[in-house]
Nanobody
Framework: QVQLVESGGGLVQAGGSLRLSCAAS????????MGWYRQAPGKQRELVAS???????NYADSVKGRFTISRDNAKNTVYLQMNSLKLEDTAVYYC??????????????WGQGTQVTVSS
């Protein structure tokens, strides 16, 4: 059974940094695009950043220049380095990945979410 497990959330002051990690585990043949989404209270879930298997990255305008997404294909892991954090970055961050399992067609998976809180 494929799972995505996130880590690295927490409380940080505005202007600070955090690094999120998300590791995929289970019987995996390949992983296509991986990404991070976030959902703030009362708001819809939104894409923060995504990265293809060839490491082409895409960012939401609100995080460009502050966040960096990367992946380690050998470890089936995606990272989100968040710098210059703002109050409006406060949200639950979810890992997302399109994974092809052995004997299972490619499907979308979600992590359980990790809270990021930015304080003033």
């Amino acid at each position: 059974q494929v799972q995505l497990v996130e880590s690295g959330g927490g409380l940080v002051q505005a202007g600070g940094s955090l690094r999120l990690s998300c590791a995929a585990s289970g019987i995996i043949f390949s992983i296509n695009t991986m990404g991070w989404y976030r959902q703030a209270p009362g708001k819809q879930r939104e894409l923060v950043a995504s990265i293809t298997s060839g490491s082409i990255a895409n960012y939401a305008d609100s995080v460009k220049g502050r966040f960096t997404i990367s992946r380690d294909n050998a470890k089936n892991t995606v990272y989100l380095q968040m710098n210059s954090l703002k109050l409006e970055d406060t949200a639950v961050y979810y890992c997302n990945a399109f994974i092809l399992g052995i004997g299972v067609s490619m499907r979308e998976y979600w992590g359980q979410g990790t809270q990021v809180t930015v304080s003033s």
